[in-house]
């Protein structure tokens, strides 16, 4: 078993922020932090604000994506869905291999939008449950 991941972090993708109220959320990280909306997603509840390289999501916990983290953010309940880290050297079969030898369930690579654009991506659940997404460079899965 090889001693490095078969794979480089580059840095944040992405983070996605579970919101009660996306308008004041928007309003905060668009109008207070200077984070341009880049785009919207209404049907799903899904607005993605400019932070720089990254990206800084908000989902209405009202939303499709939402729903799936469980109770609104507040006492005994998470306001983050997930971080995204970019990585050079994506390549699905090794990211699983890698994560298999280390005990850990891997994910299928599946074509999601981060701050570099459209490209493959792999979920992933770390020892406390949070979940992390390994996304590679922009293109096809």
């Known amino acids: 078993m090889p001693d490095t991941p078969p794979f480089r972090m580059k840095g944040l993708d992405h983070v996605v922020l579970r919101c009660r109220d996306v308008e004041a959320m928007i309003a905060f990280y668009r109008d ?62 090794a990211i699983n291999d890698w994560m298999a030898a280390h005990g850990h369930e891997g994910g299928e690579a599946v074509p999601r939008y981060g701050a570099e654009g459209n490209g493959p991506s792999i979920y992933l659940t770390d020892p406390e449950g949070n979940t992390v997404e390994l996304k590679g460079p922009p293109g096809p899965v």
């Not at 909306?37 to 390289?53: D, Y």
């Not at 939303?63 to 309940?77: C, N, T, V, Y």
């Not at 997930?82 to 050079?88: M, N």
């Open 32 to 93: 207070v932090l200077g984070c341009p909306m880049e785009k919207e997603q209404v049907k799903i509840g899904l607005w993605q604000l400019r932070a720089g390289s990254s990206l800084i999501d908000l989902v209405d916990v009202d939303g499709e994506i939402g729903k799936a983290g469980g109770a609104p953010p507040g006492d005994g309940a998470h306001n983050m869905d997930h971080f995204c880290v970019s990585v050079d050297g994506f390549d699905e079969i």
